[in-house]
């Protein structure tokens, strides 16, 4: 029979060419961020990730709510995702600062009327982070910006398009 370019048993798919990895070391920052600034998730459970080479050239992280059938199989309301090139070339206080900063995305909201939790993704409106630029400043937003532009060599105009 002849070859054709339809897949055969036993091939695989290449679905991207991003790899996506559990990351324990997201999770025990995390937990050093929630206690510190004594943050309260209620009963929301959140995954952490790295994803290499980068989420994109032009996102460093994200926070996001997860699906049904990810909540599911995986026991997560929330997935942040870090870009990991990005985070390798992060000092420990830039990394707890990113972390921080998508702590606060998570918004579990309990509903009296049903008794029940909602989960929401709180959106990144200046006011709603100023704590972090309060006690902290934002050099190490900075420092990420300047680190995603060096990697991917962007152009210097282009660099505040980096986001979090």
Not at 3 to 19: E, I, M, W
Not at 54 to 60: C, E, I, T
Not at 104 to 113: C, F, S
Not at 119 to 135: A, G, Q
Request: aromatic share 12%.
């Amino acid at each position: 029979m002849k070859d054709n370019d339809f897949l055969k048993p036993g091939d695989t798919v290449a679905h991207s060419n991003k790899q996506l990895m559990e990351s324990p070391e997201i999770a025990k920052i995390a937990e050093t961020v929630i206690e510190r600034e004594t943050l309260d998730f209620g009963p929301a459970s959140i995954g952490y990730f790295l994803v290499y080479p980068n989420l994109s050239k032009y996102k460093a992280a994200k926070c996001k709510k997860a699906s049904r059938e990810v909540e599911y199989y995986s026991g997560h309301n929330y997935l942040i995702e870090i870009s990991g090139e990005m985070w390798d070339m992060l000092d420990q206080k830039t990394r707890e600062m990113v972390v921080f900063h998508q702590l606060l995305h998570v918004d579990p909201v309990y509903k009296a009327k049903n008794q029940e939790w909602k989960m929401k993704v709180r959106k990144p409106d200046f006011s709603d982070f100023y704590e972090i630029n309060d006690k902290y400043g934002n050099d190490w937003y900075k420092t990420v910006q300047a680190t995603v532009s060096s990697l991917y060599d962007l152009d210097p105009k282009r660099e505040s398009k980096v986001n979090l």
